[in-house]
């Protein structure tokens, strides 16, 4: 059996330390993850420890035949991500509804030649709301309608963001060469 399967083995069990050595061996990649939505490492943490208790109270549901592990648990945390955002949208930030008409033309991906790395230093140069909505497309996969839906804001407002970080990135990438 493999050191992975178990720590899920153990986690199944609900063993304290199985539980907190597959908290740390994912850690960073949550924490590259959740910081794409969040500015504050209190609201990083948050976000992970949130989407990690899900996965620990819900670890019978996951099924090796329908994917990886680190897949399912990575979108457990994403969705917790996403709930915290839209449970705090009133109280933390407003985003400002664009009408449909301010159009989001390219379907290009500014991140495609970078490495990771690179990608989040560049994102963590934009606004918030840009960031977020800038990572669920580029990075998550997410549509246009999806991250309307996942954050409760206007389509048109989604594509104008996409608009909008493709702009400073373009500025951005200009200025490093």
């Not at 420890?49 to 648990?73: H, P, R, T």
């Amino acid at each position: 059996m493999d050191p992975l399967n178990q720590i899920l083995a153990g986690c199944r069990r609900q063993e304290r330390q199985s539980q907190e050595k597959l908290y740390r061996q994912f850690y960073p990649v949550l924490f590259a993850l959740c910081k794409n939505f969040f500015e504050d490492k209190h609201d990083i943490v948050t976000a992970i420890n949130n989407g990690m208790l899900k996965v620990f109270a819900n670890i019978e549901q996951y099924d090796a035949s329908k994917g990886e592990f680190f897949n399912w648990m990575y979108t457990t945390v994403r969705n917790a991500a996403l709930t915290m955002l839209r449970d705090r949208k009133t109280k933390a930030f407003e985003y400002i509804e664009i009408d449909d008409y301010m159009g989001f033309e390219s379907a290009e991906n500014p991140f495609e030649q970078l490495s990771g790395n690179d990608i989040h230093i560049y994102l963590s140069k934009l606004p918030v709301a840009t960031r977020r909505i800038c990572s669920l497309f580029y990075m998550e996969g997410f549509s246009v309608k999806e991250i309307a839906e996942a954050l409760q804001i206007s389509e048109g407002t989604v594509k104008w963001h996409l608009s909008e970080s493709r702009s400073r990135l373009k500025i951005i990438f200009e200025k490093t060469l």
